[in-house]
């Protein structure tokens, strides 16, 4: 497929994540006319997201406008919707209010959590994808420190300042050092009637080391930390059964227990957007197992060279036969080359297939502590967290906000202080006024308050 050059060519992007972002702004000197569509109007920096859920950032902090990225980019409009479904066949982009035709369609929708056929424990385990789950999850950890400063009962204070975090990937382990700085810094003196420091916090994980995709040894120096630092218990080789409201029931060695926790966070696991089974019954496209659509090795879908994968939903060979992982680097390359491949299909030049340049992976535990694997060297510690640091704030799209975080970052750090501590959504105490027997209320005061 090639393009005439025409500037009424039309490029369809679906996501404004990292993928679709970088796709959009690596075009902007194309003589092409871009549509990006994402149902928020905004690019969410994901990797910090933790961060929010826990207090250290606001949710602006994270966010930027996708109006304000792309308004200097003429040849690009931003159009707020929810995509449904996509007519491939008249390359029409189906919204629920609407639809916009295409020539070339860039398919880069993120992805959500997994419960692995246990659906029901949403509720009661939120995990970590969205603003709304970040604030979700802030509120139920500091309310938990709040309903245990109001409880008598040993037992109840025990379940709310036990918090269970599932899943030992790159999300889990930043959860559970959060919880940890929270509990023996953050809120180290701020309440009277309970110590935050003896609260309990467990890492769970089904396999045999956390941070599985990286080399065991950096496993080890993490595990390490969250244990000696953080005051993390962590629980290898133990996988979740279930979730009740004061528990999670887990299985070790063929052996059931049950840990008292209010506060269930998930990071377990994610499944693909419901995008890619639309695109397979409509191409005949494979899909993984985890959702993911096979492209070929120039991103684009087998049989229609008009119609790209990129970013969480794309399953594209490594080169030693195993998928690249769904991070914000991998989307962000993907999209650089999609623009580089349609600038040379401009021209009728060949483009190579995409080839991924890793630049290595880096996990945050908590403050002074995270470990990297660079490929040529890994390490981790306090040279680990300031690589840490330093890659984030470059990864950061608006510079505003590296400002921002940078000076949150540099509070933080010196007062031990979460600055966005706070508890937002519904009341959460009775909305009814309770009986109260024997009130001793002077009668002249019960006539004031009641006028």
Not at 31 to 58: C, E, W
Not at 178 to 206: C, S, T, Y
Not at 285 to 291: C, H, M, R, S, V
Not at 401 to 417: E, K
């Amino acid at each position: 497929m090639t393009i005439s050059g025409d500037s009424d060519f039309r490029v369809v992007i679906i996501g404004g994540g990292f993928g679709g972002l970088y796709a959009a702004l690596s075009m902007r000197r194309l003589p092409i006319k871009i549509t990006l569509i994402d149902r928020r109007n905004f690019h969410l920096f994901q990797p910090l997201l933790y961060q929010v859920a826990t207090g250290a950032l606001s949710p602006a902090d994270v966010a930027s406008p996708l109006r304000s990225v792309l308004k200097r980019q003429k040849n690009t409009r931003v159009v707020m919707g929810e995509v449904i479904d996509i007519d491939i066949s008249g390359g029409k982009v189906i919204m629920s209010d609407g639809q916009i035709e295409y020539d070339v369609l860039i398919v880069a929708p993120g992805s959500h959590h997994h419960y692995f056929g246990n659906d029901n424990w949403e509720p009661l385990a939120p995990g970590l994808k969205t603003i709304e789950d970040a604030t979700e999850i802030r509120r139920r950890i500091l309310l938990a420190f709040e309903k245990a400063e109001r409880e008598r009962d040993p037992q109840i204070i025990k379940e709310l300042l036990t918090f269970v975090v599932v899943g030992g990937g790159p999300t889990g382990v930043e959860l559970a050092g959060a919880l940890g700085e929270i509990a023996h810094r953050a809120l180290k003196e701020d309440f009277r009637r309970i110590n935050p420091e003896q609260a309990g916090i467990f890492l769970v994980e089904g396999n045999d080391r956390i941070l599985i995709a990286y080399p065991p040894s950096l496993s080890d120096k993490a595990q390490k930390a969250l244990e000696k630092k953080f005051g993390v218990t962590v629980l290898t080789k133990t996988q979740v059964i279930g979730v009740e409201p004061n528990r999670v029931k887990i299985k070790n060695d063929r052996t059931e227990n049950f840990i008292p926790a209010r506060t269930v966070l998930w990071a377990a696991g994610v499944k693909s957007s419901h995008l890619g089974k639309i695109i397979t019954e409509k191409t005949g496209a494979a899909l993984d197992k985890a959702g993911r659509v096979k492209v070929n090795n120039d991103l684009t879908v087998p049989g229609y060279p008009e119609i790209f994968v990129i970013g969480d939903l794309a399953n594209i060979d490594d080169g030693h036969g195993q998928p690249l992982p769904a991070l914000a680097p991998v989307a962000m390359q993907e999209g650089r080359y999609l623009a580089k491949l349609l600038g040379n299909r401009l021209k009728e030049l060949p483009t190579k297939p995409f080839h991924f340049h890793n630049h290595g992976t880096m996990a945050t535990i908590g403050r002074n502590s995270a470990v990297a694997d660079l490929g040529w060297i890994r390490f981790g510690g306090y040279l680990g967290w300031l690589a840490w640091l330093f890659i984030h704030l470059m990864y950061i799209v608006e510079y505003e906000n590296r400002l921002l975080v940078l000076v949150q970052w540099a509070w933080n750090y010196f007062t031990g202080n979460r600055t966005a501590r706070l508890i937002t959504g519904g009341s959460p105490f009775p909305l009814k006024k309770p009986k109260i027997e024997n009130d001793a209320t002077p009668p002249e005061e019960k006539e004031r308050v009641k006028d």
